[in-house]
C-alpha cells in the first residue's frame, strides 16, 4: 500500500511540474515582448537560438522541479495549530525551516537570473564593459536584481512554512484542473505583482544598509572595478530598474505560487479505490485506505467515499450486494469498520477535553474510605483494635520503605519546576495558548466531515436501493453516531479564548475555524438527508430516549 501511494504521489507531482514548466513559454515571451520595443517579436523568435537564453531555458525547468520536490517534503493535510509560543519560536530555529530558507534563498536566485538572462540579457550578466574606459566593470544591477530574488525567496519561504499554503484542502465544488487554473491565475498575477511591489521597496531599504558590505565582498572575490555604484537613494530609485526588477520579481512569484496551485490540484485529483480485490490489482481497497494511517492517503479514501455514497449508483450496488452462498454483506460491513471507528474517535476527543479534567477533579475530591465490610462487618479489624496480633506486625513489617533519597531529589525538582512554570516570563512561552487544544481536535475534521455526508448519502440511497437490508440493521448505530457526534461538537463549539473570539470575528477566519463551522453543517445536514428521506419510518428506528427526541425535532424542523 505504501509504494503504490509513494508511486501515485511522485506522478501527480511530475504531471504539476510538467504543466508548470509548460506555462513558462507564453510567460518568458511576454517577458520579452515586454522589454523588447518594436523588435520584440524577432527577438522572441530568436529567444531560443542563442546559447545563454538556451542555458536560461534549462535552469527554469530545474527550479521548478526543486519547487516541487520542496511540495513533496512539505505538504500538510491537517492546518497546523500551535500549543505554546514556545512552539513557534521551536519552528523558527529548526532545521526544516532554515534549510527552505536557504533552498528557497538559493532556487530563487537562479530563477531570478534566468530570467534576467532570457529577458533583459544586459542585466543577465555579472559583468559589464566599462563607460569611460577598455575595461570590464561590476554590473551591481545585475546582482542588486539577483538578489531581490534572493530577498523574494527567503519571503516565499516563510510565508510557504508558516501559511496554509501547503496545506492540501478539498475544494468545496469539483472542478477540473483547466477551469480551477483558468479561473485563479488571473487573482494570481495581481497577487504576485502586489507582492513584488511591497517586498522590492522593503529590499531598496535592505540593500542601502548592507549592500556595500556584499558588493565590496564580491569586488574582492572577482577583481573588477566599480563603473556607477548603487550606494545612495538618488541611485537606488530608477525607474527603469525598478519596472524590470518588480514585472521580473513578480514573474518569479507567480511561478512559485503556479506551482503550489497545480501540486494542490493534482494531489486533491479524486481517485477511485476498489471494493472488492481483483486478481491484478495492487492499490488498495476502499476501507483499507480510509483506515490507513498515511494521512493523504486516508483523505483520498474518504472523498473517493463522498463522491461513490453521492454520484456512483454503480459502485453503491457493489457495496449493497450480499455474499453468495451465505447472505453476507462483507463489502458494507468492511467499509463501516473503517469509518465508525474514525468517528468515534473524534467524538472522544471533543469528549474527552471536557471530561477528563472533570474525572480528574472528582477524583482528587472523593476520599479514599475503606471497603463496606471492613468497616462494620469485619471480626478482623475489631480485633486488631484491641491487641497487636503478629499477623499484624508482620504486616507493618512488610510496608512500603521510606522514600529515597533519589525520590525525595525528584519531587524537589519536580516542585521547583512547578514553581518555576508559574513565573510570568516562562508562562508566556511555555503557557497554553487560548483554545490550544480545542483547535487542534477541529484541525482534524476534514476527512470527518467526507465520511459523515458520505454515509449521510449511503443510508439515503438504501431506501430505495438496499434490496437486502444490509444498512437497515445498521441504522440505529449510524443515527446514534451522528447525534452524539452533534452533541460533543455542540458541547466543545462555542469559544473560551479572546484570541480566538476576534479571529472567527474576522471574514478570513483560520482553517481550523472554518472546519469547524462546516462540520457543525455536514452534520445537521447529514441527518437532515436522512430523516428527510425516511420520513416517519425513522421514528420505528430503536434508539435512546435522548437520541429519539432529537430525532423528533429533526423531524419537526426545528433544528436550525
Not at 530574488?149 to 510557504?160: F, K, Q, R, S
Not at 531598496?204 to 544598509?209: C, G, K, Q, R
Not at 508559574?422 to 465520511?451: M, N, V, Y
Request: hydrophobic fraction near 45%; include cysteine; glycine fraction near 4%.
Amino acid at each position: 500500500m505504501r509504494s503504490w501511494f509513494h508511486e501515485q504521489l511522485l506522478a501527480r507531482a511530475i504531471a504539476a511540474a510538467i504543466w508548470t514548466i509548460v506555462l513558462q513559454v507564453p510567460l518568458v515571451i511576454g517577458l520579452k515582448l515586454l522589454f523588447s520595443g518594436h523588435q520584440g517579436l524577432w527577438n522572441s523568435l530568436s529567444l531560443f537560438l542563442h546559447y545563454g537564453s538556451l542555458f536560461s531555458l534549462f535552469m527554469i525547468p530545474l527550479c521548478i522541479c526543486g519547487f516541487t520536490f520542496t511540495h513533496l517534503r512539505c505538504y500538510k493535510t491537517e492546518p497546523l495549530v500551535y500549543s505554546t509560543r514556545w512552539a513557534i519560536l521551536k519552528q523558527l530555529s529548526s532545521p526544516s525551516f532554515l534549510l527552505l530558507l536557504a533552498w528557497y534563498c538559493n532556487i530563487c536566485g537562479i530563477l531570478m537570473n534566468a530570467y534576467f538572462g532570457m529577458t533583459v540579457p544586459f542585466l543577465g550578466s555579472m559583468s559589464t564593459q566599462c563607460s569611460d574606459r577598455k575595461a570590464w566593470c561590476l554590473n551591481e544591477q545585475h546582482l542588486f536584481g539577483i538578489f531581490f530574488g534572493c530577498c523574494l525567496g527567503v519571503c516565499e519561504a516563510w510565508d510557504y512554512f508558516f501559511s496554509d499554503r501547503r496545506l492540501v484542502k478539498v475544494p468545496h465544488v469539483q472542478l477540473t484542473i483547466k477551469v480551477a487554473v483558468r479561473s485563479s491565475i488571473s487573482l494570481l498575477i495581481k497577487k504576485s505583482l502586489g507582492v513584488a511591489l511591497k517586498r522590492y521597496f522593503v529590499y531598496i531599504f535592505l540593500y542601502l544598509l548592507f549592500g556595500g558590505y556584499v558588493r565590496s565582498y564580491i569586488l574582492a572575490v572577482t577583481r573588477l572595478t566599480l563603473d556607477e555604484p548603487l550606494d545612495t537613494i538618488v541611485t537606488l530609485i530608477n525607474i527603469s530598474l525598478a519596472l524590470r526588477c518588480i514585472l521580473i520579481g513578480s514573474a518569479c512569484v507567480f511561478t512559485i505560487r503556479l506551482c503550489d496551485l497545480f501540486f494542490q490540484l493534482y494531489e486533491i485529483k479524486p481517485i477511485s479505490f476498489p471494493i472488492i480485490r481483483m486478481a491484478d490489482e495492487t492499490s488498495p481497497l476502499l476501507h483499507e485506505a480510509i483506515s490507513s494511517d498515511t494521512t493523504l492517503l486516508r483523505l483520498w479514501a474518504c472523498r473517493d467515499w463522498n463522491i461513490l455514497a453521492e454520484q456512483s449508483a454503480e459502485r453503491r450496488s457493489v457495496i449493497f450486494s450480499v455474499s453468495q452462498p451465505g447472505n453476507h454483506p462483507h463489502n458494507w460491513n468492511n467499509v463501516l469498520s473503517a469509518i465508525q471507528p474514525q468517528c468515534l474517535h473524534f467524538i472522544a476527543l471533543l469528549k474527552g477535553e471536557t471530561t477528563a479534567s472533570k474525572a480528574e477533579s472528582k477524583k482528587i475530591a472523593a476520599p479514599q474510605s475503606p471497603p463496606f465490610y471492613d468497616a462494620f462487618t469485619s471480626p478482623v479489624r475489631m480485633r486488631s483494635m484491641a491487641l497487636a496480633s503478629p499477623s499484624s506486625k508482620e504486616i507493618d513489617s512488610t510496608s512500603p520503605p521510606k522514600s529515597s533519597l533519589q525520590d525525595k531529589i525528584q519531587s524537589k525538582m519536580q516542585e521547583a519546576f512547578e514553581n518555576l512554570k508559574r513565573k510570568p516570563i516562562i508562562s508566556f512561552f511555555w503557557g497554553e495558548l487560548p483554545d490550544a487544544k480545542r483547535r487542534q481536535t477541529f484541525a482534524k475534521a476534514e476527512p470527518i466531515i467526507l465520511l459523515i455526508e458520505g454515509l449521510s448519502h449511503f443510508v439515503a440511497a438504501s431506501f430505495v436501493e438496499d434490496k437486502y437490508g444490509v444498512v437497515q440493521k445498521d441504522l440505529p448505530e449510524i443515527l446514534c453516531m451522528l447525534l452524539d457526534l452533534q452533541a460533543a461538537v455542540e458541547q466543545r463549539g462555542p469559544s473560551t479564548g479572546a484570541i480566538t473570539k476576534r479571529t472567527e470575528a474576522f471574514t478570513s477566519s483560520p482553517t481550523d475555524v472554518q472546519l469547524k463551522h462546516r462540520l457543525k453543517r455536514a452534520i445537521k445536514s447529514s441527518i437532515y438527508r436522512i430523516v428527510v428521506r425516511f420520513q416517519l419510518h425513522i421514528l420505528n428506528v430503536p434508539l435512546p430516549p435522548t437520541q429519539k427526541r432529537m430525532l423528533e425535532q429533526y423531524l419537526e424542523f426545528l433544528v436550525g
